[in-house]
């Protein structure tokens, strides 16, 4: 099984080759109808059905690990559950074998003509541990091989993603801060647990992500349309990051508001990515219904006047701000006291609207001539009969005078209130020539059809770009002299180099 995997990772690499080329056939530098094509990868057979093993360790939240098999399960993977000793004092392995349809063993010492203490770290695909404990924190950065599943960590070159649960004592506790920087230093993603409820009556950071989150991530591992390896680097640690996300409502009466469909999961998507990857993320949520994702501040907000003051207010303190919010253009002129009522036989009244302040523009304003924080801005955008959506998107880059500009083409597959999406970044020059800005430049980035957190690692890396290119260059730009852009376009790359 060992060599059938090695051999799928040649053609895995093989096949990336081919779209490397592929895509450097795309490269242009011209400024009208950039021949942009979003390819649609749609549903590529190689992001399901891969062979996920789930490290259970014992904690309390080991029953989480039950809700997180069983997604992984519905998402195609065959999932191969492998706990410590004191992971089955709190699930017993009949419920792993169950919900997995596996064996469930622990020890090195099953099923010995397998050589399951080097088979199973072999032939995985991702390793995930969830929960992971202080102790197995410990272990796994000690090198130790004592049970089949720190056996199997050592044996897998696969991608490793580990959701620490304990006490806030123990995980801020020197030990495991200094293993958790060893496993990072080796490409072990570690995710930041969230703040909450723990044991008994204590509350603080120490909760495990949840299961969907980790989900999220796990598809976003195994999804060939990653641009890099490893999928989740941690490359923004100590980088603050404002993301807005969800759709603002406007009041028309006390019951009743003007809104849009947006459900504020790309937005999402962004906060648990940038999060994994190190960053303090602010979320500035306006009416979503998601959860929370781990280690990320919410703050919620209703209306476009509620969240342009929550965004500016949070956006002095960041290194990048990323407005994926739907903010509605107008807004009622007045806002009725009462419910708004019927009037049998007569005509309704016309409702006068007013235009909301632009939000990404007043950002650009407030940052005057710095170029901080890194601003990107969301675009949907249609096109018509002579202009192409990024065509549109190039000029409302220029003219919003932002740094990165994600423009997603309406009517596509996807988008609002879908897991998946597919868009086009755009960056400014500036960004592109650390040294000296030449700004009548841009890129444009395709990112094809896949799940919102493939386009939220896009937008990322995007974003240590531009950070890069703002911390060499320390120079202001002026969005005037953005009006003649050239356009470098590539691809997402699937697999392996870096953007
Ligand atoms: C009720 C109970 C809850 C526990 N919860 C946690 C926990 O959430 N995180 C943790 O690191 N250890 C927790 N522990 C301690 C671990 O079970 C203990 O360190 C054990 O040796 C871990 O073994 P393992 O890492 O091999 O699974 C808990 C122990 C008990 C009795």
Partial sequence: MG???????????????????????????????????VSSAGQDADSTGKRIVLGVSGGIAAYKACELLRRLRSLG??????????ALTFVG??????????????????????????????????VIVAPATADLLARAAAGLADDLLTATLLVTRAPVLMAPAMHSEMWSHPATVANVRTLRSRGVTVLPPAVGRLTGADSGPGRMAEPEH????????????????????FDLDGRRIVVSAGGTRE??????????????????????????????VTLIAANTSLADPPAVEVRRVVSAADLQRAVKDAARQADAVVMTAAVADFRPAEVAEHKIKKVADSEPAVLELVQNPDVLAGLVADRGASRMPVIAGFAAETGDATTSPIEFGLQKLARKGCDLLVVNQVGHTGGFESDDNAAVILSSGAILSSG???????????????????LAAAVCD??????????????????????????????????????
């Fill in 3 to 37: 060599s059938e995997h090695r051999r799928r990772g040649a053609r895995d690499e093989r096949s990336a080759e081919e779209r490397r080329d592929h895509g450097a056939d795309h490269r242009v530098r011209r400024r009208s109808s950039p021949p942009l094509r």
């Fill in 462 to 499: 995007s974003i240590v770009t531009a950070l890069n290119a703002a911390k060499a260059t320390g120079t202001g730009q002026s969005s005037d002299n953005l009006s003649t852009p050239k356009t470098h376009v590539r691809q997402a790359n699937p697999q392996g180099a870096s953007p």
């Fill in 251 to 280: 009041a028309l009466d006390p019951v009743r508001f003007l809104g849009n469909r947006s459900s504020g999961r790309q937005g999402y998507a962004i906060a648990l990515v940038a999060a994994a990857r190190g960053a303090d």
């Fill in 77 to 86: 993977h065959d999932v191969t559950v492998v706990p410590t000793a004191a």
């Fill in 93 to 126: 392995s009949a419920t792993f074998e169950a919900l997995s349809g596996n064996p469930v063993s622990g020890d090195v010492f099953t099923d010995v003509p397998d050589v399951r203490h080097v088979s199973v770290g072999q032939r995985a695909d991702l």
């Fill in 436 to 454: 000296a800005p030449d700004s009548t430049e841009m890129a444009a980035v395709e990112v094809p059809f896949g799940p919102k957190t493939a």
């Fill in 214 to 233: 980790l989900a999220q991530l796990a598809q976003l591992v195994l999804h060939p349309t990653v641009a890099h390896r490893p999928a989740l680097p």
